[in-house]
């Protein structure tokens, strides 16, 4: 049992470039999350989905899109990374009906743009 | 505007001596609050989780407590070790139905030997 992994770990693009996050988890979690965290401040959210196939927005959407196409993954994209997205990106997941706080945290990709 | 408030910022401790972290927050109402260690470099992983009508959780040698009238909440860390070299950030759950949480910035321990 995994519980939630991200890839990659690290990654430098220049502006402009795009990429994409993938978050994985196998403990069958309705819920999954995208989150930054940045120097001084607590972590905030991106995206969230609350099912295969869907998404919503969180407190910070803009320059991010998602998809949920299976379960187990939930992908972030950067179409035209700037160098306010330089961050360290986190995934959670949670099953449904603990309640919001029980969410369980990959290990983070930090990502640089130059 | 930030909802979750934590003092003090930074600490440094002597290994083998308490510690006492706060958390002021305005969210009102809401479902729980949660304290969470981050070690440099990891993901968030939490510690304990209150519900509005709990007032103490503990976990090993970490204590939380809660004091839902004054929106004060405390992680008390009991005969620190290296290990418990990290930041612990308080969480709090926005009101019921609402998928989001509020985070606060954190009090980064740093426990000397």
């Known amino acids: 049992n995994a519980g939630v992994t991200q890839t990659p770990k690290f990654r430098v693009l220049k502006t402009g470039q795009s990429m994409t996050l993938l978050c994985a988890q196998d403990m069958n979690h309705e819920y999954m999350y995208w989150y930054r965290q940045d120097p001084g401040m607590g972590l905030r959210l991106i995206h969230y989905s609350v099912g295969e196939g869907t998404t919503a927005k969180g407190e910070v959407p803009d320059g991010y899109n998602v998809s949920r196409l299976k379960k187990q993954n939930f992908l972030l994209g950067l179409e035209s990374a700037a160098p306010s997205q330089t961050s360290v990106y986190f995934c959670?997941?949670?099953?449904?009906?603990?309640?919001?706080?029980?969410?369980?945290f990959g290990p983070g990709t930090r990502l640089t743009v130059l | 505007k930030n909802q979750v408030e934590q003092s003090p910022q930074s600490l440094i401790i002597l290994e083998g001596k308490n510690c006492t972290l706060q958390c002021n927050y305005t969210v009102s109402p809401f479902s729980n609050l949660r304290w969470y260690k981050q070690d440099t470099g990891r993901g968030p992983v939490s510690l304990t989780i209150m519900t509005f009508s709990e007032n103490t959780k503990s976990n090993g040698r970490y204590t939380a407590t809660l004091d839902a009238d004054t929106k004060q909440s405390s992680l008390h860390i009991t005969a620190s070790q290296l290990s418990d070299s990290a930041s612990y950030i308080c969480v709090v759950s926005l009101p019921p139905g609402n998928n989001r949480l509020a985070f606060g910035k954190g009090n980064q321990v740093v426990v000397i030997p």
């Open positions: 959670a997941s949670r099953p449904p009906g603990l309640g919001a706080n029980e969410q369980f």
